[in-house]
């Protein structure tokens, strides 16, 4: 390291401050240009000299890009380094995006673990569609809010993994039937197609640990992305006819249930 001593401090230049740093001399000029951190001295000549106060300031620069802030948040933190409040407002806008990160962290490290456990199972499903399942789901999940998601994450823990992974052979299996009752006209109140509805309910209050809401989500989801959704429970099968209809057909079906 070479410092310029002083009768009161040391001074570094540019090339001496990158070192120190581990910056490059680049990232130090793009700073003071956006007056982020300007040296406090120039020499007679014009090159730039930094003193401790400066080398403090930059270790502040790069905690908060750390943290994950822009270079447009820092300024306007250290602009004011006596009102904690603008610190206070990005870190907390900060700290919700990380938890978004690690919830979905977790999700895929869920969804991870089922898709494996289904692929080492007893019966080896086709790895296509589980892959196509496990997009549905994300995008399902994208629906909710953070609060409805820690609900779910909550209540997977309760239930467990053995479950969660019945639950996640359950539903499509129920799907197909649904579509199978519909495309052969059964009417609803017919006991096998009540059977159906019933297993149909359990799997929905299973997922969603009885949540009117989170239910609800569910039904607007499958009216907006059946096709999609049907074509992986579906392979092979066409599905386009399988439009409004069926989602009337599966309401239909949960009246006829509700009227036992």
Do not use: C
């Not at 490290?109 to 789901?137: F, I, K, V």
């Not at 998601?149 to 467990?160: K, M, Q, S, T």
């Amino acid at each position: 390291m070479t410092a310029e001593g002083g009768l009161d401090q040391p001074r570094w230049s540019v090339g001496a401050l990158a070192k120190v740093a581990g910056m490059t001399v680049r990232t130090l000029h793009h700073y003071d240009e956006l007056g982020l951190l300007r040296p406090s001295e120039r020499t007679p000549s014009g090159h730039r000299r930094y003193t401790e106060g400066d080398l403090h300031r930059l270790y502040q620069i790069r905690l908060l890009r750390q943290l994950g802030m822009s270079l447009e948040e820092i300024g306007g933190v250290l602009a004011d380094s006596v009102d904690p409040g603008p610190l206070a407002r990005v870190l907390a806008g900060h700290l919700e995006q990380l938890d978004e990160q690690v919830w979905r962290l977790n999700a895929l490290r869920r969804q991870t673990r089922g898709l494996l456990a289904q692929l080492n199972g007893p019966t080896r499903p086709d790895s296509d569609r589980l892959l196509a399942l496990l997009g549905s789901t994300t995008i399902f999940d994208q629906r909710l809010t953070r609060e409805q998601r820690d609900f779910l994450d909550r209540h997977a823990v309760e239930i467990g993994p053995r479950a969660r992974e019945r639950l996640d052979e359950e539903w499509p299996e129920v799907l197909a039937k649904v579509v199978e009752h519909y495309r052969a006209g059964d009417p609803v109140d017919d006991p096998e197609v009540r059977r159906t509805a019933r297993r149909l309910v359990d799997v929905g209050e299973t997922f969603a640990a009885g949540d009117r809401e989170i239910l609800r989500e569910m039904w607007a989801f499958f009216r907006e992305n059946g096709r999609g959704v049907l074509r992986d429970v579906l392979p092979g099968q066409p599905v386009d006819d399988l439009g409004d209809g069926l989602w009337d057909y599966v309401a239909r079906m949960y009246a006829a249930l509700s009227n036992e």
